[in-house]
T-cell receptor, first 112, second 116 residues
Framework: GENVEQHPSTLSVQEGDSAVIKCTYS??????FPWYKQELGKRPQLIID?????GEKKDQRIAVTLNKTAKHFSLHITETQPEDSAVYFC???????????FGTGTRLQVFP | SAVISQKPSRDICQRGTSLTIQCQVD?????MFWYRQQPGQSLTLIAT?????????ESGFVIDKFPISRPNLTFSTLTVSNMSPEDSSIYLC?????????????FGPGTRLTVL
């Protein structure tokens, strides 16, 4: 079955700096790669996703890149703000409505 | 986005007892899933709740321990049976697909379970 690895487990940055979180997956049948943000005590919320026919996707300060050949994808947050502090999870699936296999999570702390 | 509610929001239970968690969504959805999130950990899929048929369980999870019902396209229950302290976790349902055209997965608020 699918296995998703995520690095780093913790990441501390200064406000205004960039943050990068990386994930690798094992199943070549995976075609959908979402990123979720989970604030303390709250449910995971989708922040961006990418499908296998696209190499990069941007939404304001957030971008995701996908290298299907190497089976890895990354989340990039630019101009970080304290409210970006949360745990971020990557996931992989065959399609947006199928089960998700999650990475281990990255705790991002943005210091003012 | 889908509006999802879970009941109860939290509970403290004695070992050996069972707890049934309800998940209700405001529109018909194709897919409903149940995940477990142990303290400080990632989300692990327990099973896919299938409407009108038995749930599909992931490796390491069995029906006797986690029976699941899905009587219609807006509702599902997960029972945690014969609980032990190791079952202390947050249990989340998620939904996708259906008439709302939900082309992503939305998560419920979760049920925080503590087993003493």
């Amino acid at each position: 079955g699918e296995n998703v690895e995520q690095h780093p487990s913790t990441l501390s940055v200064q406000e205004g700096d960039s943050a990068v979180i990386k994930c690798t997956y094992s199943d070549s049948a995976s075609n959908y790669f979402p990123w979720y943000k989970q604030e303390l005590g709250k449910r995971p919320q989708l922040i961006i996703d990418i499908r296998s026919n696209v190499g990069e996707k941007k939404d304001q300060r957030i971008a995701v890149t996908l290298n299907k050949t190497a089976k890895h994808f990354s989340l990039h947050i630019t101009e970080t703000q304290p409210e970006d502090s949360a745990v971020y999870f990557c996931a992989a699936s065959s399609n947006p409505t199928d089960k998700l296999i999650f990475g281990t999570g990255t705790r991002l702390q943005v210091f003012p | 986005s889908a509006v999802i509610s879970q009941k109860p929001s939290r509970d403290i239970c004695q070992r050996g007892t069972s707890l049934t968690i309800q998940c209700q969504v405001d529109s018909q959805v194709t897919m409903m899933f149940w995940y477990r999130q142990q303290p400080g950990q990632s989300l692990t899929l327990i099973a896919t709740a299938n409407q009108g048929s038995e749930a599909t369980y992931e490796s390491g999870f069995v029906i006797d321990k986690f029976p699941i019902s899905r009587p219609n396209l807006t509702f599902s229950t997960l029972t945690v049976s014969n609980m032990s302290p190791e079952d202390s976790s947050i249990y989340l349902c998620s939904v996708a697909g259906g008439r709302g055209g939900y082309n992503e997965q939305f998560f419920g608020p979760g049920t925080r379970l503590t087993v003493l």
